[in-house]
């Protein structure tokens, strides 16, 4: 995940991309099941920044699915 902040005139604005990951039990294989970013409004108060809006957007399309490998394709 990374994370970038902007100043805004009333407080900032910050943007987060993830990933989820799924890990791999007994034959199952790890894999991405999906992803997003979130969409962040800051304000500061007498306590410090906190969040003001915070809105999850989902990616688009799905993981794109791994090419076989060719010794798994024989």
Known sequence: MNHVIE??????????????????????????????????????TPEGWRFKRRQFIPSEGGPRPRPPREAEAR
């Not at 991309?17 to 039990?25: A, K, P, S, T």
């Not at 199952?28 to 800051?42: L, S, T």
């Open 7 to 44: 100043p805004t005139s009333d407080g900032a604005i910050g943007k987060e991309y993830l990933l989820q990951l799924r890990m791999g039990d007994g034959d199952r294989p790890n894999d991405v099941f999906g992803g997003g970013n979130y969409e962040d409004a800051y304000v500061k």
